[in-house]
Structure formats: structure tokens, C-alpha cells
């Protein structure tokens, strides 16, 4: 990808200049932007309110994203962002519920994905024809785009009510979905044979495209985003259930979809392994897997979440099957705590992502971290930004620059923003 059309704003403006310390000394200095903000929560929000998902940037540094609420209907929108002459430009190019009932969908709540003939997909959480939401493509025709439903969820023991982003080869690196020749993968949070969710399938053939259910889940819920290795190979997480409850890390072999369990979470005394894993994973160049949990770990955050510990970040080793908990937010009154996003990872190995909550000198809601990997398998963390609570993973472009939601502002009062941290 390119380098984006945002340009960071002029130092000694409104925006804040954060300077943290990592180890060794080194200064690690990121300006903040907030490039767009949504309007107050509860009123009429015509461009929309409450974003949940990450935002993706093309390779033209344009910006693309949906918000959980508001728009023409109330029921969401998907958006576009792009800058010129120094000036950046908000486009609402869908508004989900437009049809009686929401049949064309609503409730946006998972990231988009691009296509390679610059299509966009996604899915609603809620409406479509049986009313457990849609799979939608957009379609940039003269004048505007092109609507279309591709998949209704919820009809008989299928899945419904997708919450979690789609996930497709490459996508790491990336590259534009090859809809034409590849298969793209998702989750849902209800449905299938066990009424706990689903992961499935989508592929085209030529103008016509085929929705199979290859996992039904059984004993836990609240599945995850997935993502994939080279050899195809899905990865994911639940929220819940597993052994012990906390949720559960697996594998599913791509071609017979075979499900292996790697990591039972909250197996721990006082769920020290990390609880209640959300989020996006991420698969590095070994097929090491790095994920959050938004509980779990040190425990000193029980009693204000009502749930024990303040969140991890953590890695597993398909190789060796070792798990590991890299790095647990220490308390509520020392930063961020309760990581509840994923991670995303750079070419350099270093891992970020944002937290709901923080509690510090400031009214921030959380805070986007980076951790950075170090010798003996220790890892640097450093605290880049104050002032969000977000559900959505950071997104970054191939200069550095690192883009993100916050679903309200700091108190919890607003709509929230699309920002962007540039070092």
C-alpha cells in the first residue's frame, strides 16, 4: 500500500503530541489527528454515530469504514474518506434499512474488505431477509455505487448475526481480495447446529456466488474474527465456554475444516492465561499466532469490570504448542486495561492495538499501546495515545501511520472519531 493522503497536522496546533520511552531510551513520538468526528450519541446522527469496526485504507491512502448507528435511517452506514488539497471529505456511500423491514440490512458492525476490481464487502449484523442480517457488496458505478445483497443470514440452521470481520488469503500483507478466484471466510455469533455460531465459507463462480457452513460451534461462543496462515489454515478465538469457560483458541485445517483446540483460557488460578479473548489475531512469517483477551491477568481491575483481571496480550506456537501471556495490563490506575480489539503487526515485528478503558491524569477513555519485541523474549510496551474507547483494531499504511475508530469521545458523550497517529 501507499503512503496515505493524511498528512499529519502542524505541530503546536490542536493536536496532541504524545512522547513515550521505550527501552533503551529511544523516543517514540506519534501525532495525533482526529480526521473525522461523528455527532453526539442519542440525537439524530445523519453521518452516522458509534463506529465499531476498523477503518481500511486503500492503496490510494483512502479511508473506508462503517458506523454501527446513525445515517439516513438510523440503522448505519458504510463511508468513505479522502483528502485533497489539505482538505478531507466525508462520503456516505450506503445507508443501511433503506428498505421496508431492513432488508437490504442493518446494524454494521464488522470492518469492510476491498475486492481487486475495487468492490467493497461486508456484512450487517442484523436485517436482510430472515433478519439475521446480510453479506453485501458495493460497486463503484458513474455517479455513486451499486448495492447489492449477496447473502441473507439466518434462514434455518445456518448461521446469523455476523459480527466479526471477513477474512480472505493475504489479506495480511495487504492485498485486495481475489474474489474472483478466492474464497473468503467469516464467523457468526448465533446460528448453526448448536445455535452457539458458525464459521463459513463464501466463493464466486462466476455470476453467482455459494454460502457453506463449514463449523458449527459447540461448546463455546462469541466467535471471533479469524485469520489464516500460507497453507490456508483458519485461526480463531470465542469469547466464552471451552473447559474452563473463559473462551478457547483454535484451528480449523483448511480443506477438511477439522477443528483442533489449541489453548483453553481461564485455566489458571485467577485466569493469570488471560479470559474472554476479542478481536482480530495475527499470524507472523512463523505461523505464530498474537491475540487479546479483554480480561484476565493480573487482578487488580475486578473490582471496577466486574470480571477478574485487566486483559493480556498474548502469543501461541502452533510448533511447539506453547502459550504464552506477553503482556498483562497491570491495573487500572497505570494506563489502559481491557484490550478488547486484537492486535496487528508491523514489518518490523512490533504489535498494536487500543484498549476500552484507561485511567490516568487525563478523562481519556483508552489508549492505543505498541509492544515492541526485545531480547530473551521480553517485550517493550509503550502507550502512543490517549482519548479512545475502541472495539476496532488499528489499522496501518506502508509509511507508519497508524488509523483507528473510537466508537464515543472521552467521557463517553460523543459519536466517536476516525483518528490517525503519525510518527
Not at 70 to 88: N, S, V
Not at 324 to 349: C, Q, R, W
Amino acid at each position: 500500500m501507499s503512503g496515505s493522503h493524511f498528512s499529519p497536522p502542524a505541530l503546536g496546533g490542536a493536536a496532541a503530541l504524545l512522547i513515550m520511552l521505550a527501552s533503551g531510551g529511544t523516543a517514540l513520538a506519534y501525532t495525533e489527528k482526529t480526521i473525522f468526528k461523528f455527532c453526539e450519541q442519542g440525537g439524530f446522527c445523519p453521518h452516522g454515530s458509534s463506529p465499531q469496526a476498523a477503518v481500511i485504507v486503500d492503496g490510494n491512502g483512502n479511508l473506508w469504514g462503517t458506523t454501527k448507528i446513525g445515517g439516513k435511517y438510523g440503522h448505519g452506514l458504510a463511508f468513505e474518506i479522502t483528502e485533497a488539497g489539505g482538505k478531507t471529505y466525508y462520503h456516505i456511500i450506503k445507508n443501511f434499512c433503506a428498505k421496508p423491514n431492513c432488508a437490504d440490512g442493518a446494524t454494521p458492525v464488522a470492518p469492510l474488505i476491498m475486492g481487486n476490481g475495487r468492490e467493497l464487502f461486508g456484512t450487517t449484523y442484523a436485517g436482510g431477509k430472515y433478519g439475521g442480517g446480510v453479506l453485501f457488496r458495493l460497486t463503484p458505478v458513474s455517479g455513486g455505487w451499486h448495492y447489492a445483497v449477496l447473502h441473507n443470514f439466518g434462514n434455518g440452521s445456518a448461521g446469523k448475526s455476523p459480527a466479526a470481520g471477513l477474512t480472505y488469503k493475504d489479506q495480511q500483507s495487504g492485498a485486495l481480495w481475489s474474489e474472483d478466484t478466492e474464497p473468503v471466510f467469516g464467523t457468526t455469533a448465533a446460528g448453526g447446529t448448536y445455535g452457539n455460531g458458525t464459521t463459513f465459507e463464501f466463493v464466486r463462480s462466476g455470476s453467482s456466488w455459494t454460502y457453506t457452513t463449514i463449523h458449527s460451534f459447540q461448546s463455546s461462543q462469541a466467535p471471533n474474527e479469524l485469520a489464516m496462515d500460507a497453507s490456508g489454515n483458519l485461526f480463531g478465538t470465542t469469547g466464552t465456554g471451552g473447559k474452563y469457560g473463559g473462551g478457547l483458541l483454535y484451528e480449523l485445517a483448511s480443506g477438511s475444516w477439522n477443528e483442533t483446540v489449541f489453548h483453553n483460557f481461564c485455566g489458571e488460578n485467577g485466569c493469570g492465561d488471560g479470559s474472554y479473548p476479542l478481536g482480530r489475531m495475527w499470524v507472523d512469517a512463523n505461523g505464530n499466532l498474537y491475540g487479546t483477551t479483554q480480561w484476565g491477568g493480573h487482578t487488580n481491575c475486578s473490582y471496577l469490570v466486574g470480571y477478574s483481571g485487566c486483559g493480556t496480550v498474548f502469543e501461541y506456537s502452533p510448533g511447539s504448542h506453547t502459550y504464552t501471556a506477553l503482556y498483562k495490563f497491570p491495573s487500572i490506575s497505570n494506563g489502559g486495561f481491557e484490550p478488547a480489539a486484537g492486535v496487528i503487526m508491523d514489518s518490523s515485528g512490533n504489535l498494536f492495538g487500543t484498549t476500552l478503558n484507561y485511567f490516568g491524569e487525563t478523562a481519556a477513555q483508552g489508549v492505543v499501546f505498541e509492544l515492541s519485541p526485545g531480547g530473551n523474549g521480553n517485550w517493550t510496551y509503550a502507550q502512543l495515545f490517549e482519548g479512545n474507547d475502541s472495539w476496532s483494531p488499528i489499522a496501518i499504511d506502508s509509511g507508519g501511520n497508524l488509523f483507528g475508530t473510537s466508537y464515543s469521545d472521552p467521557g463517553g458523550h460523543g459519536g466517536g472519531s476516525v483518528f490517525g497517529l503519525y510518527p
